[in-house]
């Protein structure tokens, strides 16, 4: 074997798989989704919910406030009047309509910032993809869904717990 | 008004800046001149100042003989302070800073915190006020007083008591503005509370006002309650076309539908006023029954189909024979008005168009029209004749009580019913109904000394009333009739015996008829109702109707109805399904007034321009846009492109129109030559 070809070939290939060799030992970055999913950090901004009262009653008020500190302008809000016989929020007024536009969204969150009565949240999931574009038009009654182990906060701001509360979410 | 005279003025230091102003003047108004502004609730420039709400309050001292400044021990509320010489105000210093803080956390103190769900929030001065000078946070932790939310207090206002800072704006606008008296506060201190008398409905022509003038969201529309908030809204000028003022209005709309309108300020028409009529009559934008594709009638059944067939049909009919006619009488732009008639006279050579309903045809003297309604203002005395103005022209009636209430106008009113003006009239002539003519005579003879004995008679009004309503008619007197007198017999020799007794003024009362008159529709051999009259004998082989629903402007409705089953061939033009449409051969849908632009001329031959708002309805398009379109059909040519070439077109055919057209027009409006 000529001095050569171990230089040019041999050498690089045992030095490169030195490499791989030693990578083999790390940790492991990549998980395999979507049988595994990663932890998100608590501050994730994903699909919006609307939350409702103990009660029942929906905490939106349809005041719009959501659809003017939206910077896409994607969120349409359509008030009413509450009556004793169709009662939804506490209050004079409700959402008849609610709708956001997901295409448009960018989760600045904005909206959640804005509401007075913390109807609307983002919460994490993210797995909005979605086959028609109509599709992507969330209407009140979707949004109003239940998230899988909500709790009324919109995000858990200690990470430890938040863990936690996923991995209690997991084994459930 | 008389010749300019001596304004006695003052001079003032506002923040350190010298400033003369006429006496008398109140620094809220004085610091505008130098751009400074002091945040206000219950000053209203056009009502009397009375210092309720104190949020105005600045620091005010005097300049003493020796240089210095000596303050006022305590502040001063701007809006009940006239400037006097050697005034020294201050409106950013630390203390008035202070002081209004407190103003507001004392107002905040009642107030709820239901912003978020108030028509109100987001164009709120108390929203405005809190946010520039107020506290950020509230110290106020007690239960506030709970009062009834959501009243109604009439069918288009709702109360809302708890939010009310009482301020006095509503009541004090229905005591000097409108005039009806309708609010006025009951208790007292923290439980003071406008209301109605005995919370009776609150009946004014005028309420809507009330809406825009709360600084609060005490008082709050009901038909725009929860409609939108104001930043969903998209706002444009618009002109109202409910009447003939031309009141200026702004219309929002929330994607194409028309949910509120608001007074826009023009001092020469309708200061910044608008009536209930004009305000809440809005619901045909977007009514169900609006037209939007061209109808033909195939057998017994109206079929949709394309504009082009519809023209034929409608070409063939009305070129087979000149025995036709048109009859309009809404609300059409001069624009419409004007490619109508060229269409009638040069395409279908006919000339028999009429817009007027009246029993008999207004005077075609344009001067009649010609005062102003912001110069009633000035006149000394006002005589309103034959007419109930706070219903036919309510926007009038506000300038008329005006005159009275600033000015001191003497008023006159002679009708034959009570009207609303009788309230601050000097003199009320009730006559007998139908002495309309003996009663202007009358005047005309007590006026010149004569006995007018026999009239008082015939009439009913007493003959001391009469002379002592002559002795108040001078030639700058302001008469006041409208196309109602038209209706009443002896109506032309009304006119002609008032006229030599003042500043006649005989206002039309649809939106645009004045419009029509100048553009000379109506000069054909043929009135309105004889043409309805040949219609239903068979006489006529085909008549077009341009926006207007006989049934609603006629009184004669056998007439109408006989006409319009008489009639060979019907066109109805319209923008909403009306009484004609199920007798019409062809149906051409159009656009409503704010669909498109167009110019319109109103009772004071003031033309204004309306630009398009709204989208058009399906395939409606504004009727200027069909008739010339059924022009070049008849006969090559250019075509118009928009509403300004049409009224250029029609500018170059009638004087009075000579550079008013759509982009010629500045927004205020300009008057006609
Ligand atoms: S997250 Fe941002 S972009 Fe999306 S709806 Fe809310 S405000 Fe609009
Ligand atoms: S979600 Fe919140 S901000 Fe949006 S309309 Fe409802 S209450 Fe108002
Ligand atoms: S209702 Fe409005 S305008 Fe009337 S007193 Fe109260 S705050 Fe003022
Ligand atoms: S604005 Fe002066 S006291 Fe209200």
């Not at chain 2, 219309?251 to 309108?261: A, N, Q």
Request: hydrophobic share 40%; proline share 5%.
């Amino acid at each position: 074997m000529s001095l050569g070809i171990y230089k040019g070939i041999v050498k690089p290939i045992t030095s490169g798989l030195g490499i791989t060799y030693r990578r083999l030992k790390h940790k492991k970055v990549t998980v395999s989704y979507p049988e595994e999913m990663r932890e998100q950090f608590p501050r994730t901004r994903w699909r919006h919910f609307l939350t409702r009262y103990e009660s029942g009653l929906e905490r939106c008020i349809g005041c719009s406030l959501c659809a003017g500190a939206c910077p896409a302008r994607c969120i349409n809000v359509v008030a009413a009047e509450n009556t004793d016989e169709a009662r939804y929020s506490p209050g004079e007024r409700y959402a008849v309509r609610y709708e956001i536009n997901m295409i448009r969204c960018i989760f600045c969150g904005y909206c959640q910032d804005a509401c007075p009565t913390g109807a609307i949240v983002l919460r994490k999931n993210f797995e909005l993809a979605d086959y028609h574009r109509e599709d992507f038009i969330y209407t009140k009654d979707r949004l109003l869904e239940e998230y899988p182990g909500q709790s009324d906060e919109p995000y858990t701001s200690n990470r430890k717990e938040w863990a936690e509360a996923r991995a209690d979410e997991k084994r459930r | 008004m008389a010749a300019a005279t001596q304004i006695e003025t003052v001079t003032i230091t506002v923040n350190d800046l010298e400033l003369t102003v006429p006496k008398g003047e109140l620094i809220v108004e004085s610091v505008k001149r130098l751009g400074f502004e002091i945040p206000i609730f219950c000053y209203h420039p056009r009502m009397k100042p009375v210092g309720m709400c104190r949020m105005c309050i600045v620091e005010v001292g005097f300049k003493q003989p020796d240089g210095s400044v000596r303050k006022m021990p305590k502040p001063q509320a701007a809006c009940t302070l006239p400037a006097s010489e050697g005034m020294v105000v201050y409106t950013d210093t630390e203390a008035v800073h202070r002081d209004r803080k407190g103003v507001l956390e004392f107002l905040l103190v009642n107030h709820p915190l239901d912003c978020p769900i108030c028509d109100r929030g987001g164009e709120c001065p108390l929203q405005n006020n809190t946010l520039f000078y107020g506290p950020s946070t509230s110290r106020y932790v007690e239960i506030k007083r709970h009062l009834p939310k959501a009243y109604p207090l009439s069918k288009y206002v709702t109360l809302d008591l708890e939010r009310c800072i009482q301020c006095g704006r509503c009541v004090r606008f229905t005591e000097e503005i409108s005039g009806d008296s309708q609010l006025a506060f009951r208790f007292r201190g923290a439980n003071m509370q406008p209301s109605t008398f005995g919370l009776m409905e609150f009946e004014s022509k005028f309420s809507g006002n009330v809406i825009e003038i709360c600084p609060v969201g005490a008082l709050t529309s009901s038909k725009y309650r929860f409609r939108a908030r104001p930043w969903d809204l998209q706002t444009r000028p618009a002109i109202c076309t409910n009447c003939s003022n031309g009141c200026n209005v702004w219309m929002d709309y929330r994607v194409d539908k028309v949910v509120r309108i608001n007074g826009r300020t023009n001092e020469a028409i309708n200061e910044e006023w608008t009536c209930d009529r004009g305000k809440f009559g809005h619901d045909f934008y977007n009514s169900p029954d609006r037209l939007n594709v061209p109808l033909v009638r195939r057998g017994t059944a109206l079929v949709e189909t394309n504009w082009s067939e519809a023209y034929s049909d409608c070409i063939r009919a009305f070129t087979s024979s000149t025995n036709t006619a048109g009859l309009g009488g809404n609300a059409n732009s001069n624009e419409d008005l004007f490619a109508w008639k060229k269409l009638f006279n040069e395409g279908f050579k006919s000339n028999e168009l009429d817009y007027n309903w009246t029993k008999v045809a207004p005077i075609a003297d344009p001067t009649h029209a010609k005062p102003s309604i912001a110069s009633i203002e000035d006149a000394p005395s006002i005589l309103v004749f034959g007419s109930s103005l706070a219903d036919e022209l309510p926007i009038v009636f506000l300038r008329v009580r005006k005159a009275w209430f600033k000015n001191g106008a003497k008023v006159i009113v002679a009708h034959d019913q009570a009207t609303d003006a009788d309230s601050f009239a000097e003199l009320v002539l009730n006559y007998q109904p139908g002495t309309e003519a003996t009663l202007a005579q009358a005047l005309a003879d007590a006026k010149a000394g004569k006995s007018v004995e026999a009239a008082a008679k015939l009439t009913g009004v007493p003959a001391e009333k009469i002379a002592a309503a002559a002795a108040h008619l001078t030639s700058s007197t302001a008469i006041i009739t409208s196309h109602e007198l038209l209706n009443r017999p002896g109506a032309h020799d009304a006119l002609g015996a008032l006229k030599g007794l003042g500043e006649l003024r005989n206002y039309a009362l649809n939106a645009n008829d004045q419009g029509a008159a100048e553009i000379g529709i109506g000069t054909g051999t043929k009135r309105s109702a004889q043409i309805l009259a040949d219609a239903r004998d068979g006489k006529l082989d085909a008549l077009w109707l341009l926006g207007v629903d006989p049934f609603e402007v006629c009184e004669d409705h056998d007439l109408v109805q006989a006409a319009l089953e008489n009639v060979a061939f019907l066109v109805v033009q319209a923008h909403t399904k009306n009484g004609a449409f199920p007798y019409a051969s062809v149906v051409l849908p159009m656009t409503a007034p704010a669909e498109a632009d167009g110019t319109y001329t109103n009772a004071d031959r003031h033309i204004q321009r309306f630009g398009a708002v709204l989208p058009a309805k399906g395939e409606a398009k504004p009727a200027w846009k069909a008739f010339s379109e059924i022009s070049l059909r008849l006969k090559p040519g250019r075509p118009w492109f928009n509403a300004d070439e049409v009224g250029r077109a029609l500018g170059a055919e009638v004087a009075a129109f000579a550079n008013h057209s759509f982009n010629q027009l500045p927004t205020e409006g300009l008057p006609l030559v």
